[in-house]
């Protein structure tokens, strides 16, 4: 009986480390979060945008890669700033470096404030989402004369016949850029990987705590069936 009492200590202790996770994952991530803003790049993880329009440019692809994600001050505001390395591949140039671990935004959506570095790779936005903010940034670094929101997709209307709509879904990701001409579809990106939701935090330890426990719980039931 008492080989049974320690295992059923064990178990009871797994348990009970497994519902403290949630709260240790929480502090070890809060270097990406300033009040109610995040952003959803994990650091050091590489996000990969093909085209699939046109035809001739397709196997061309865009990656983002987060290299730091802190709090700081921007403008004179508190921020979560965040800097990466972007690369763009040609399928005939072959790979170049669009932003080698520079600024790419500062954030903070409790003072409405959002600044982008370079806007027109804007793959990536701070949530929860707010189109509306992006939009009026967008509308005034792209030099559009109005944008309008449907859904989840920001329309910018430009000159000459050309509108930019960017595609976001709800963890803060573009799904997709398309650029017209005159109604006609034209560059178009995709999101190939990643963005997909939040990676769990410490997941492979949660796994493996949760396979000794269903082990451990097998082994008790046949201790008590004996």
Known sequence: MSKLKN????????????LFIPFFSHNAI??????????????????????????????????FKSESIEQGVHNSKDALIVHCTMRIYDPTLGWGTQMDNELYLAANNTQNYLFFDDYYYAVLIPTP???????EVLEITKYADSYSIVNNTIILEGEYGYSYEYTFNTKGFL???????????????VLD??????????????????????????????????
Do not use: C
Not at 8 to 16: A, D, E, T, V
Not at 34 to 56: E, L, S
Not at 196 to 222: D, E, H, R, T
């Open 129 to 135: 989402i707010n189109l509306t903010l992006v939009a």
């Open 30 to 63: 809060g270097a990406t979060t300033i009040g109610v803003t995040t952003f959803p790049a994990d650091v050091g993880k590489t996000y990969t945008w093909k085209a699939t329009y046109p035809t001739h440019f397709k196997g061309a692809k865009l990656t």
């Open 175 to 189: 799904t997709k850029y398309l650029q017209k001409e005159d109604g006609i579809q034209g560059f178009t990106f």
């Open 7 to 18: 295992v059923k200590k064990i178990i009871i202790g797994l348990f009970i480390f497994l």
């Open 193 to 226: 990987t990643g963005g997909g939701g939040a990676a769990i935090p410490l997941g492979n330890y949660f796994l493996i705590f949760m396979v000794i426990s269903v082990i451990a719980l097998v082994y008790l039931k046949k201790q008590k069936i004996k």
